[in-house]
């Protein structure tokens, strides 16, 4: 069990930068894959980013490679998502999610994920 809290959201400008948080609860939360997803209105809830239980592997949607930055700090219970050259087609509530697995496995399809938080809107204005 493990309880998922985001922060960071905001309005950016395109071709600007974010870094959005998501902070877990409990002692385990290295035992657990993370990623980041997105959903826009209207859409799709979409994969972003993955991450496994250390850190090593990460894996990312091709529209966020080479602009977006998965990491995580298993001391501080937080995984990260460092956003460069932002787009206004990037505007989306953005979720963090975690699913406790072996280690070195990242996941990239939503209905895999075991637990959510609750979003944080990202706005990206032209």
């Known amino acids: 069990q493990v309880q998922l809290v985001e922060s960071g959201g905001g309005l950016v400008q395109a071709g600007g930068s974010l870094r959005l948080s998501c902070t877990a609860s409990g002692r385990t939360f290295s035992t657990y894959a993370t990623g980041w997803f997105r959903q826009a209105p209207g859409k799709e809830r979409e994969f972003v980013a993955a991450?496994?239980?250390?850190?090593?592997?990460?894996y990312y949607a091709d529209s966020m490679k080479g602009r977006f930055t998965i990491s995580r700090d298993n001391a501080k219970n937080t995984v990260y998502l460092e956003m460069n050259s932002l787009k206004p087609e990037d505007t989306a509530v953005y979720y963090c999610?975690?699913?406790?697995?072996?280690?070195?496995?990242?996941?990239?399809?939503?209905?895999?994920?075991?637990?959510w938080g609750k979003g944080t809107l990202v706005t990206v204005s032209s």
């Open positions: 991450i496994n239980r250390s850190g090593g592997n990460t």
């Open positions: 999610a975690a699913k406790e697995t072996s280690p070195g496995r990242v996941y990239i399809v939503a209905y895999e994920m075991d637990y």
